[in-house]
């Protein structure tokens, strides 16, 4: 079976009209509604229940976080048809591309996007590691790497925290962890799926307040 990373990466389309001329929020709002948008990335939620089928739409390299995972068929521009079977809490980053989509599973799947906008990849060198937090790699391309974090309950980052690299935190279970940015208000009860933007250089202070792990995926942008 081809992985669905091959396959995307079989149909690339040339040039950013072709792309937009099938931007998949627009072409397909019932299954792609935007999150979040910046400069740097568009945040998307993708939801499809059994059976759902999409046109034919187009994306730019993204990375994909799936929280609820589930078989999917992708159509190809050239006709061809590939399946894949994903898995719950697991990450995908896919070539920019054009496809088809076919739920032909029993469950929903439900995933979040991550649309990348810049021209080209940055060159910033991402951490294997970071203190209070056990990091495995769910997936990895030119623009970004995508983990699975799980917090030892005793995770903080002092306020004025910064990174040289964007993060996309995505929630894969509820939670209690207080993040502030900028000084703002801090978000302070998580549930699964929720998602937040955190812009490379962002001022930040973050803490877990309960002194029990927690588990989110991390999209560190380069």
């Not at 040039?15 to 935007?34: C, F, I, N, S």
């Not at 229940?49 to 992708?74: E, Y």
């Not at 995933?111 to 203190?131: C, M, N």
């Amino acid at each position: 079976m081809r992985n669905l990373p091959a396959l995307l990466g079989c149909v690339v389309i040339a040039g950013t009209t072709a792309l937009l001329a099938q931007d998949a929020v627009k072409t397909d709002p019932a299954h792609y509604k935007t999150i979040s948008e910046n400069a740097a990335v568009r945040i998307v939620r993708v939801s499809y229940a059994p059976n759902d089928k999409s046109p034919m739409h187009s994306h730019p390299d993204s990375a994909v976080v799936i929280l609820r995972g589930g078989q999917m068929q992708f159509g190809a521009p050239d006709g061809t048809k590939t399946e894949t079977t994903n898995a719950d809490n697991s990450g995908l980053y896919l070539p920019a591309g054009s496809h088809a989509n076919h739920n032909v599973g029993k469950t929903a799947i439900d995933a979040i996007l991550i649309e990348f906008k810049t021209p080209k990849p940055g060159t910033v060198v991402l951490p294997t590691t970071r203190p209070g937090m056990t990091m495995t790699t769910l997936a990895e391309g030119p623009r970004a790497v995508i983990y699975k974090v799980v917090d030892d309950g005793k995770f903080a980052e002092p306020a004025g925290t910064k990174h040289d690299y964007d993060q996309v935190v995505i929630a894969l279970e509820p939670g209690q962890m207080s993040l502030s940015l900028d000084g703002k208000p801090a978000k302070t009860t998580w549930a699964r799926g929720d998602v937040q933007w955190i812009p490379r250089g962002m001022p930040h202070e973050s803490k877990n307040t309960t002194g029990k792990p927690t588990t989110f995926a991390i999209v560190a942008v380069r």
